[in-house]
């Protein structure tokens, strides 16, 4: 399966297009974007994925980034996703969405601390919040949702196209005891329980 949208296709497209014609040039150019355009079609892949357990799951595959309590108490876990990650991004907590709100920005790459100013779309229930951040390369951010949806844990939210992170806000009952995930651990977007 594919992320939801037209964007695998607009993206492919160009170079399939401008690849197959080069190959039939006898170009070598022609392999480069025949190559392109499948890479494009790998990397918007979107697997079954089923929750492992009860708790919390992760919104996002990759590396766990950051573990970091609020000023107000509450609990953030993001989560860095490198190229070779699937980008659609998980709801890690059954809930209604309230607010689905895009705030431009910056490119800079997700795993650093200039990331507090990238282009990113927040997505709020009354219990959670996940915001996914654009990174240096990611342009896009596509959510599946719109306030008012009633969501399942591990249902579909939304992708981010060409890397970056996703960061979740636990609902207030959680806090950093309740967190068994580990800076630096791979995880895996609905599956991978992140808080208990």
């Given at each position: 399966m594919l992320a939801r949208g037209p964007w695998t296709w607009k993206y492919a497209l160009p170079?399939?297009?401008?690849?197959?014609?080069?190959?039939?040039?006898?170009?070598?150019?022609?392999?480069?974007?025949?190559?392109?355009?499948?890479?494009?079609?790998?990397?918007?892949?979107?697997?079954?994925r089923s929750p492992n357990g009860a708790g919390v799951v992760v919104p996002a595959d990759g590396?766990?980034?950051?573990?970091?309590?609020?000023?107000d108490g509450r609990v953030?876990?993001?989560?860095?996703?490198?190229v070779h990650n699937v980008h659609v991004n998980r709801v890690p907590v059954a809930g209604r969405v309230e607010s689905v709100v895009h705030e431009p920005g910056g490119h800079r790459p997700a795993f650093?601390?200039?990331?507090?100013?990238?282009?990113?779309?927040?997505?709020e229930t009354a219990e959670w919040t996940v915001v996914l951040i654009a990174g240096a390369f990611a342009r896009r951010i596509h959510p599946y949702v719109e306030a008012g949806e009633d969501l399942a844990r591990g249902d579909r939210l939304g992708h981010i196209s060409f890397g970056s992170r996703?960061?979740?806000?636990?609902?207030?009952?959680y806090?950093?005891?309740d967190?068994?995930?580990?800076?630096?651990?791979?995880?895996?977007?609905?599956?991978t329980v992140l808080a208990r």
């Open positions: 170079p399939a297009v401008v690849g197959v014609a080069a190959l039939a040039a006898s170009s070598p150019w022609g392999v480069v974007g025949v190559a392109l355009a499948a890479f494009v079609v790998w990397f918007h892949r979107d697997p079954d590396t766990v980034s950051v573990i970091r309590t609020r000023d953030r876990v993001g989560v860095f996703m490198n650093s601390k200039e990331s507090a100013h990238n282009e990113r779309v927040r997505i996703a960061d979740v806000v636990l609902p207030p009952a806090d950093r005891g967190v068994v995930v580990e800076s630096g651990q791979t995880v895996r977007a609905g599956e």
